[in-house]
């Protein structure tokens, strides 16, 4: 019974670490694009895209992570934090805006995108 409590407060840590490390890496990559848009007039389109990149690299990242500090079922702890990640973007928004910003088809896009690329992050690692 007591191994079973010590164990979970270790997969809540896990999953914690990542997302911290994947919103760390976000906010830096997105200060990175913000100074290109200033200098360089980037349009919107372009923008977009990067913006997509930068989820998609960040998950990726945070799965890696999980991947790494979950040492078994690699994919399943990349999958959950790529999922983790989308989710609380999703929840800020709504705090924030007082609903989901976008189309519903764009954000079930983007949530698919990023858990699979935590997938594949975990997988890698």
Known sequence: MREMMKKEPVKVVVIIKSLLAAYIL???MLLILAMMVFKMNLKQGSVEIGILIIYIAAAFAGGFLAGKMGKNKKFIWGLISGAGYVLILLAVSFCVNG?????LGSCITTLVMCMGAGMLGGMVS
């Not at 609903?99 to 189309?103: L, N, P």
Request: aromatic share 0%; hydrophobic share 25%; proline share 0%.
């Open 26 to 28: 976000t906010g830096i």
């Open 99 to 103: 609903g989901i910003q976008g189309e």
